[in-house]
């Protein structure tokens, strides 16, 4: 079974920068598009970004846009999401997240696995 274990989180100023990763199990993680989510308290789980499984095709949300990065590497499993000139309203647990095998996309129920969330909190 498929397991997707995310790393990177922490504590960040406002405008600095931290990178994300997300492990997974088995053999199967380059069959698939992958995503990144995340939800800050009170609020509804809110897409950031996805890549298909080449890497080629890629969709962020407007407001991460220009300054979150996803990006893979197949050869190690392992999903990443780089986050620059980060903001308060950055602030949320992050989750890493499994999609189909040609399609993500932002509805969190097209995604089937995901992670146990990783805490990213921006504050000076």
């Known amino acids: 079974q498929v397991q997707l274990v995310e790393s990177g989180g922490g504590l960040v100023q406002p405008g600095g920068s931290l990178r994300l990763s997300c492990a997974a199990s088995?053999?199967?993680?380059?069959?698939?598009?992958m995503g990144w989510f995340r939800q800050a308290p009170g609020k509804e789980r809110e897409f950031v970004a996805d890549?298909?499984?080449?890497?080629?095709?890629?969709t962020y949300s407007d407001s991460v846009k220009g300054r979150f990065t996803i990006s893979r590497d197949n050869a190690r499993n392992t999903l990443y999401l780089q986050m620059n000139s980060l903001r308060p309203e950055d602030t949320a647990v992050y989750y890493c997240a499994r999609g189909g095998m040609t399609y993500g996309g932002r509805a969190s129920y097209a995604y089937g696995v995901w992670g146990q969330g990783t805490q990213v909190t921006v504050s000076s």
């Open positions: 088995g053999r199967t993680f380059s069959d698939y598009t």
């Open positions: 890549i298909n499984r080449l890497g080629d095709r890629i």
